[in-house]
């Protein structure tokens, strides 16, 4: 993606399937965050490897029991990511999905994505904003605490019976109603050298 390139995020009601085809929303995953996961900055080395979620938004939306939202990011004339949002089971506003094609990372989409969450949970009378990642997926939570989540708490036996087990889930949230943010250290893992 060109800096110079316009950005737009927009709500949508779909996402075409050529469009969504066109991207790599896949990640590379070299470290993880150490327990308690407050800390970005104490990391462990790990394989390096690259992990793609293959969310799909029509599934989500015909899935979802709530209120909903999807928002599109546009760089240009080309789908750059999404967000998907919706009501989750406890009356928060729960972030289903973001993503950001690994050609238009860095430009500042990923918070552009979740100001747009935020905007439509603040609009919909939601007090919280909650999401769930995981402690390998530290690029994810860098930008979670610099867009104000705060953790929340963590689970290691989520994923233990499936193909990502022994990953820990790390629950991310945002308290909407009084503007208080996290405080949370980052670090760009763009900067770390995987281990090879």
């Known amino acids: 993606m060109d800096r110079a390139e316009h950005i737009s995020i927009e709500p949508t009601l ?3 399937a050529d469009e ?15 327990a308690p996961y407050q800390d970005l900055f104490d990391l462990r ?34 789908l750059a990511g999404f967000v998907a949002i919706e009501e989750s089971w406890n009356g ?28 439509w949970a603040r609009s919909h009378g939601f007090g919280f904003i909650r999401l769930e990642t995981q402690a390998n997926n530290v690029a994810a939570c860098s930008t979670y605490a610099r867009a104000g ?28 109603r009084d503007g208080q943010t996290a405080r949370s250290r980052t670090v760009d893992p763009a900067s ?5």
């Open 14 to 16: 779909a996402l075409a």
């Open 192 to 196: 770390m050298q995987p281990v090879r």
């Open 20 to 34: 969504l085809n066109e991207c790599d929303f896949s990640f590379d995953i070299a470290w993880e965050l150490n």
């Open 92 to 119: 928060m506003a729960e972030i289903a999905e973001l993503a950001v094609d690994r050609h238009c990372r860095r430009q500042g989409i990923g918070q552009l994505l979740l100001a747009g969450a935020e905007a």
């Open 45 to 78: 080395a790990l394989p390096a490897r690259r992990k793609d979620y293959g969310f799909d938004p029509a599934g989500w939306a015909s899935e979802a029991s709530g209120r909903t939202a999807l928002f599109r990011a546009t760089a240009g004339e080309r």
């Open 149 to 176: 989540f705060a953790l929340g708490g963590h689970d290691r036996f989520l994923y233990a019976g499936g193909e990502n087990a022994g990953e820990v889930a790390l629950f991310w949230y945002k308290d909407l």
